[in-house]
């Protein structure tokens, strides 16, 4: 079964610091990959998504992502943070001819101080 | 332009009772996806459904989950005879069609506490 992990659980930034953070997945056949942002209060939404093509893509809020195909990696950046980002930032993968189920890693819960 | 939206938003059980838990997709939308998230862990998968029929159960507990969407009205899924490992966020999700199944909205999710 496939599976997804993310390494950090909860970080802790300054304005303006540069961001990344890890997704790996388990999965040997294509995949599509998949950001959610979750801020305090409010539900899950999709922040960037990959299904083929260039495997650098870019999502709302200044956020990309980077497929590593070698790597089963899709990891989150963005070059300087805001207070506004906090939020819980969860990688989801969809893998497996005809079906349509998200697997979710842990999320990371990111805290980005004034 | 309104988004899921599932309720109750919070819901208090004790042991042994019954949940309904109920989800209107986005208009237009006609499948329907169940997610769980049990505390400090991510969202799992636990049924796909199209109005009147259930596509992917893989993720549903074989005993006391049960999950519908009927020609009209909401999504259901409904949990008999809870006990406290129920307790997690229900979430929802809608796509459009099954070729756009990827695209999912989420709503705000349902807090079940089973005391």
């Known amino acids: 079964a496939q599976s997804v992990s993310q390494h950090n659980h909860h970080v802790i930034l300054s304005e303006a610091a540069s961001l990344e953070l890890g997704c790996n997945y388990s999965?040997?056949?294509?995949?599509?990959l998949f950001w959610y942002v979750q801020y305090p209060g409010q539900h899950l939404q999709l922040l960037l998504k990959?299904?083929?093509?260039?495997?650098l893509v870019k999502g709302i809020k200044g956020f990309e992502a980077e497929f590593i195909k070698s790597k089963f990696s899709f990891n989150l950046r963005k070059p300087s943070v805001q207070w506004s980002d906090t939020a819980e930032y969860f990688c989801?993968?969809?893998?497996?001819?005809?079906?349509?189920?998200?697997?979710f890693g842990s999320g990371t819960r990111l805290q980005v101080q004034p | 332009n309104a988004g899921v939206m599932q309720n109750p938003r919070h819901l208090v059980r004790r042991r042994g009772q019954e949940a309904r838990l109920r989800c209107s997709p986005m208009?237009?939308?006609?499948?329907v996806y169940w997610y769980r998230q049990l505390p400090e862990e991510g969202l799992k998968f636990m049924v796909y459904?199209?109005?009147?029929?259930?596509?992917?159960e893989s993720g549903m507990p074989k005993e006391r989950f049960s999950a519908e969407f009927p020609k009209e009205g909401p999504s259901i899924l409904r949990i008999q005879q809870v006990v406290r490992g129920d307790s997690a966020a229900y979430f929802c999700?809608?796509?459009?069609?099954?070729?756009?199944?990827?695209?999912?909205?989420f709503g705000p999710g349902t807090r079940l506490t089973v005391t």
């Open positions: 999700a809608s796509s459009p069609s099954r070729d756009r199944g990827y695209e999912q909205y």
């Open positions: 999965y040997g056949g294509t995949v599509n």
């Open positions: 990959y299904f083929s093509g260039d495997p």
């Open positions: 989801a993968v969809n893998a497996g001819a005809g079906r349509r189920a998200l697997t």
């Open positions: 208009k237009g939308h006609s499948h």
């Open positions: 459904l199209q109005k009147e029929n259930i596509i992917d």
